[in-house]
């Protein structure tokens, strides 16, 4: 597993990207067509701690929410994130649109799927996805970018991959956040847009 200090981060992160551009161009597409969200397990009170200053010295960092959110947490999240990757239920739309009426800002968002039907995971059923997304759209416009999935470990992502990949397309969403360490570069070959890579980078946790 790699380590974590931070040359060895650099190092990681530079494989990353390399095996990222590999991919896209294997698929036929453009290294620039996928967009790297490096993972870290931070706390949310850390992220709200940190995240400031971090956003005031790289102008460009772009902070996404990806672990399941509580709705109780909907308004940090619409504060500080600029993409909530885990919006999956009617209540934590309510949440949300509350929170951007109150934070004058809106996040991109995108609908996370379960795609496994896996109970302990967060995500919306595939079942009820069509109309959980057009709901979302109804709200939220054009701030509803895409859709996002983990997969079950220890299984084929492909088919995975490949249904959010078409659900995307049938409601004419750009953004797919789908791959992980194990299976980046499965997600990119099936149309990822959006890579979430945490222990590549950060090393085992
Ligand atoms: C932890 C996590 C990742 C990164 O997983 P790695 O296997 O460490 O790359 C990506 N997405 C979500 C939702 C996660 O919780």
């Given at each position: 597993m790699p380590d974590a200090n931070d040359s060895s981060i650099a190092d990681n992160l530079r494989r990353v990207r390399d095996r990222i551009a590999d991919a896209a161009i294997r698929a036929g597409?453009?290294?620039?067509e996928v967009t790297l969200v490096a993972v870290s397990k931070t706390k949310p009170e850390e992220a709200a701690g940190k995240f400031p200053a971090l956003r005031e010295a790289f102008p460009t960092l772009r902070l996404h929410v990806v672990g399941g959110l509580q709705t109780n947490k909907a308004r940090d999240a619409v504060r500080?994130?600029?993409?909530?990757e885990t919006l999956d239920r009617p209540r934590l739309a309510d949440a949300i649109e509350a929170a951007i009426a109150r934070e004058g800002r809106a996040p991109t968002l995108l609908v996370e799927v379960n795609t496994g039907a896996e109970p302990q995971k967060s995500g919306v059923a595939r079942g009820d996805a069509d109309r959980f997304i057009e709901e979302c759209r109804a709200r939220f416009g054009t701030a509803l970018a895409g859709l996002m999935c983990v997969p079950p470990?220890?299984?084929?992502p492909a088919p995975h991959f490949a249904w959010l990949a078409d659900r995307a397309t049938r409601h004419g969403l750009g953004v797919l956040s789908m791959g992980m360490s194990a299976d980046f570069e499965t997600a990119i070959a099936c149309g990822a847009t959006h890579v979430r890579v945490g222990s590549a980078i950060f090393g085992a946790r």
């Amino acid at each position: 597993m790699p380590d974590a200090n931070d040359s060895s981060i650099a190092d990681n992160l530079r494989r990353v990207r390399d095996r990222i551009a590999d991919a896209a161009i294997r698929a036929g597409r453009r290294p620039e067509e996928v967009t790297l969200v490096a993972v870290s397990k931070t706390k949310p009170e850390e992220a709200a701690g940190k995240f400031p200053a971090l956003r005031e010295a790289f102008p460009t960092l772009r902070l996404h929410v990806v672990g399941g959110l509580q709705t109780n947490k909907a308004r940090d999240a619409v504060r500080l994130a600029d993409v909530i990757e885990t919006l999956d239920r009617p209540r934590l739309a309510d949440a949300i649109e509350a929170a951007i009426a109150r934070e004058g800002r809106a996040p991109t968002l995108l609908v996370e799927v379960n795609t496994g039907a896996e109970p302990q995971k967060s995500g919306v059923a595939r079942g009820d996805a069509d109309r959980f997304i057009e709901e979302c759209r109804a709200r939220f416009g054009t701030a509803l970018a895409g859709l996002m999935c983990v997969p079950p470990m220890g299984e084929d992502p492909a088919p995975h991959f490949a249904w959010l990949a078409d659900r995307a397309t049938r409601h004419g969403l750009g953004v797919l956040s789908m791959g992980m360490s194990a299976d980046f570069e499965t997600a990119i070959a099936c149309g990822a847009t959006h890579v979430r890579v945490g222990s590549a980078i950060f090393g085992a946790r």
